[in-house]
Each structure stands twice: as C-alpha cells, then as structure tokens.
C-alpha cells in the first residue's frame, strides 16, 4: 500500500525544517490524506481503463467489468471474454488491447508485483513496458501501491500547478522544469507530491 499518514507527516515534518515554504503551507492547510492502493495488476488495469475519461465514466466502466467478472476477478476471467463482452463494459478496442496484454503478462509470469526492482528508475522501466502505460502511471502505481518515498510525478498536471503556486512562479512549469525543481526535495518526494495535490485543491489558497 501507498504512505500512511503518519509517514507522510514524518516526511513533510523534515521537508518543513528544511523548507520555509512549504513550512508556512504545511501551517496553513494541514497534512495531505494518504492516497492509497492495493498492489497488484487491479491496480494498473484500473488506470488503463480510466485513462482518457472522466471519473465518472471510469468509475461506470469498473463496476460493469466488476459486475461481469466478479469483484475478485484473475487475469484469466478477463481474458477468456471476447470482444463485444467487453465493449458492453466500455472497454474501447484500443483499452482491451492493453487490458489483454496485461493480464497476458501477468499470466505468463513475465511481471511479478510482488517483486518488482528496489531501484525506482528500474521498476518504472519495468512497468513501462507493459503496453498502455507510461511513466506517469507507472509513478503513480509506485507511490499509490508500493508507497516509495522518493517518486515525483512531474508530468501530473497538478504537481505542476502545485509546484507553481507554492514557489509563486509565473506560469506553469512544463515536466522536465518540474522534476528538476523537485531534486530539492529528495528524498522525500513521494510526500510532497500528495502535498501539491492538496496544495492545489484546498479551497483556502
């Protein structure tokens, strides 16, 4: 699972000491929530299945593909419905695909997600081959799922937006800017990127 909250306060806690900024922030709205997930395929399956949509209709999606092949649904269950069954769960030609090649791989025994590479840039690579997912969604599993304390989703529109505020930039720092900003606050990255998603959307800022 993702950071409990007791470590995120533990690591906002040292990023305050360290920096003003997010000192006088931290003050005035507060720790972020954990934003936690379950390791494992489900989790990624539910990001291909989510991407390009709303979270609405992502949302529809899951439970129609939950309803069809039970909530403890294996790889195997997805990959035994054909086509139109899982057109009628809103699952595009373009998501089966990468739906299939997923479960196809955990299947084979190629990806294991219980052990996936210590190194972050390693696990990343690992997870970005498997088809339909990149590296924001491969961040974002390893600090949702895994809990790694040092991920940075510099490519997440609101780590950008959140980035920008806090440091009162201009405009919007594209992702490589981003990640670069964010070498200042290793090693503890993965907190303070649930930190500029609070920062971004408390309505007291």
């Known amino acids: ?7 995120i306060q533990d690591e906002m806690d040292a990023l305050a000491r360290k920096d003003m900024r997010v000192h006088e922030q931290l003050a005035r709205i507060g ?30 999606m899951w439970a129609k593909l939950e309803a069809e092949l ?18 009628a769960c809103g699952l595009s030609r373009q998501k089966q695909g990468y739906a299939r090649s997923l479960c196809e791989l955990v299947e084979a025994g190629s990806i294991d997600f219980d052990a996936l590479p210590a190194d972050d840039e390693e696990a990343i690579a690992q997870l970005t081959a498997i088809k339909g997912i990149g590296r924001w969604s491969a961040e974002i599993y390893l600090l949702f799922a895994e809990g790694r304390r040092d991920i940075w989703p510099a490519g997440d529109l609101a780590v950008q937006e959140g980035v920008k505020r806090l440091l009162d930039l201009p405009e919007r720092p594209k992702e490589k800017q981003t990640r670069e900003i964010g070498e200042q606050w290793s090693p503890h990255r993965g907190a303070m990127a649930i930190f500029t998603w609070h920062f971004y959307a408390n309505p007291a800022l």
Do not use: H, W
Not at 1 to 6: D, F, H, V
Not at 70 to 87: M, N, V
């Open 1 to 7: 699972m993702g950071l409990s909250a007791q470590i």
């Open 31 to 60: 720790y972020p929530a954990p934003r936690l997930r379950p390791r494992g395929y489900k989790t990624l399956l539910r990001t291909i299945v989510g991407q390009q949509v709303s979270v609405a209709a992502a949302t529809s």
């Open 70 to 87: 039970g909530e403890a649904f294996t790889p195997a269950c997805l990959l035994s419905r054909d086509f139109d069954t899982l057109r």
